[in-house]
T-cell receptor, first 115, second 116 residues
Framework: SQELEQSPQSLIVQEGKNLTINCTSS?????LYWYKQKYGEGLIFLMM?????EEKSHEKITAKLDEKKQQSSLHITASQPSHAGIYLC???????????????FGKGTHLIIQP | DSGVTQTPKHLITATGQRVTLRCSPR?????VYWYQQSLDQGLQFLIH???????AKGNILERFSAQQFPDLHSELNLSSLELGDSALYFC???????????????FGPGTRLTVL
């Protein structure tokens, strides 16, 4: 079965600093989703990357997909307290060629922003 | 607000009992997915329904079942509950699962189940 490994598991960053979170898949990526979760709450959709080399940005968050490395990265520029939370990457099932079905998720990266 | 609603928000029950969690998808979404999130297992896919029909199963226990009704809302039934079933249960919805990776799953706020 497919596994997504996120690194780091947790991250403490001073407000205003940049940071990067990585997500590496054990199998071919047919797309990659990034979500943000506040503790105990629902997942908020951030971005979807569909093909290799794709890069998307929303406000101060940029995500890239490297199909060859089976990896995606999420970069936050000039971090703010509002960026604090758990970041989760999710991928459609590799075994069905990325067909629509339940997503496989990484364990998440806990981000803390220090003032 | 994703547009996906879940009830109840919290549920406390005893071992051996049966509970039903409810989910209403976003307007126009035909697919409903159920997930379980626990500290040790993380977020895991349980089951997917599309327009009333079961589409795929993930790591769903035999004690658990789901259905999707004609009005597209879905219910997840958990029976013979064990302490280990305590978790956050999320449903998500998407427009068209046949669109491949172009579908986006929008998550509800979750139901926190505590089994005592």
């Amino acid at each position: 079965s497919q596994e997504l490994e996120q690194s780091p598991q947790s991250l403490i960053v001073q407000e205003g600093k940049n940071l990067t979170i990585n997500c590496t898949s054990s199998k071919t990526l047919y797309g990659l989703y990034w979500y943000k979760q506040k503790y105990g709450e629902g997942l908020i959709f951030l971005m979807m990357l569909q093909k290799g080399g794709e890069e998307k940005s929303h406000e101060k968050i940029t995500a890239k997909l490297d199909e060859k490395k089976q990896q995606s990265s999420l970069h936050i520029t000039a971090s703010q307290p509002s960026h604090a939370g758990i970041y989760l990457c999710g991928a459609p099932p590799a075994d069905s060629g990325g067909g629509a079905d339940g997503l496989t998720f990484g364990k998440g990266t806990h981000l803390i922003i220090q003032p | 607000d994703s547009g996906v609603t879940q009830t109840p928000k919290h549920l406390i029950t005893a071992t051996g009992q049966r509970v039903t969690l409810r989910c209403s998808p976003r307007s126009g979404d035909l697919s409903v997915y159920w997930y379980q999130q626990s500290l040790d297992q993380g977020l895991q896919f349980l089951i997917h329904y599309y327009n009333g029909e079961e589409r795929a199963k993930g790591n769903i226990l035999e004690r658990f079942s789901a259905q999707q009704f004609p009005d597209l809302h879905s219910e997840l039934n958990l029976s013979s509950l064990e302490l280990g079933d305590s978790a956050l249960y999320f449903c998500a919805s998407s427009v068209d699962p046949l669109a491949g990776v172009k579908y986006t799953q929008y998550f509800g706020p979750g139901t926190r189940l505590t089994v005592l």
